[in-house]
T-cell receptor
Framework: NAGVTQTPKFQVLKTGQSMTLQCAQD?????MSWYRQDPGMGLRLIHY???????DQGEVPNGYNVSRSTTEDFPLRLLSAAPSQTSVYFC?????????????FGEGSWLTVV | GENVEQHPSTLSVQEGDSAVIKCTYS??????FPWYKQELGKRPQLIID?????GEKKDQRIAVTLNKTAKHFSLHITETQPEDSAVYFC????????????FGTGTKLQVIP
């Protein structure tokens, strides 16, 4: 299993540009999510999905869109990039077992908005 | 919603000493407490977790303790080694179906050889 795969690993955007971070998982997990990681702020949830066709907002959703057309894929779209969106983005999936929500992260995408 | 506080933000220890990282949570319904380790430039990875029906769990040199009454839990690393240097995140969530996981702000542990 490749686990959670996200691309690109590095990206530089100009303010106002749009882009899509791709994410795919091959573990047949129901749940997928996107986090951003900023210094001193830990991992904050942007959007999440509990299954194909179902998405919801997390803690910091503004400026981002998601969709979940298949179980495997969960892309994150930046609509109009702003310098405040400079961050490291992690896609994640979890099986959501009854005993706990263990999260499996992708390798991360380093995004710089200039 | 849940709020998780983590201390300290940075921690330096000599190789071979112990390291302790502490977290508190606010939601009394939280019952699943994982710890993640993130090496520089890498993804966070689960190293140990504890559920509310136990007070302590050990895995070789790492252990977690949970005090549900006080709503705090801790990570203990004994006989630290340079490869333990990383950022550690605690987290808390409820269990059953999808539950949002709330992370602490992280502790940067440096083990000095």
């Amino acid at each position: 299993n490749a686990g959670v795969t996200q691309t690109p690993k590095f990206q530089v955007l100009k303010t106002g540009q749009s882009m899509t971070l791709q994410c795919a998982q091959d573990m047949n997990h129901e749940y997928m999510s996107w986090y951003r990681q900023d210094p001193g702020m830990g991992l904050r949830l942007i959007h999440y999905s509990v299954g194909a066709g179902i998405t919801d907002q997390g803690e910091v959703p503004n400026g981002y869109n998601v969709s979940r057309s298949t179980t495997e894929d969960f892309p994150l779209r930046l609509l109009s990039a702003a310098p405040s969106q400079t961050s490291v983005y992690f896609c994640a999936s979890s099986p959501g077992t009854i005993s706990g929500n263990t999260i499996y992260f992708g390798e991360g995408s380093w995004l710089t908005v200039v | 919603g849940e709020n998780v506080e983590q201390h300290p933000s940075t921690l330096s220890v000599q190789e071979g000493d112990s390291a302790v990282i502490k977290c508190t949570y606010s939601d009394s319904a939280s019952n699943y407490f994982p710890w993640y380790k993130q090496e520089l430039g890498k993804r966070p990875q689960l190293i140990i977790d504890i559920r509310s029906n136990v007070g302590e769990k050990k895995d070789q040199r790492i252990a977690v303790t949970l005090n549900k009454t006080a709503k705090h839990f801790s990570l203990h690393i004994t006989e630290t080694q340079p490869e333990d240097s990383a950022v550690y995140f605690c987290a808390a969530s409820r269990s059953g179906g999808y539950q949002k996981v709330t992370f602490g702000t992280g502790t940067k542990l440096q083990v000095i050889p």
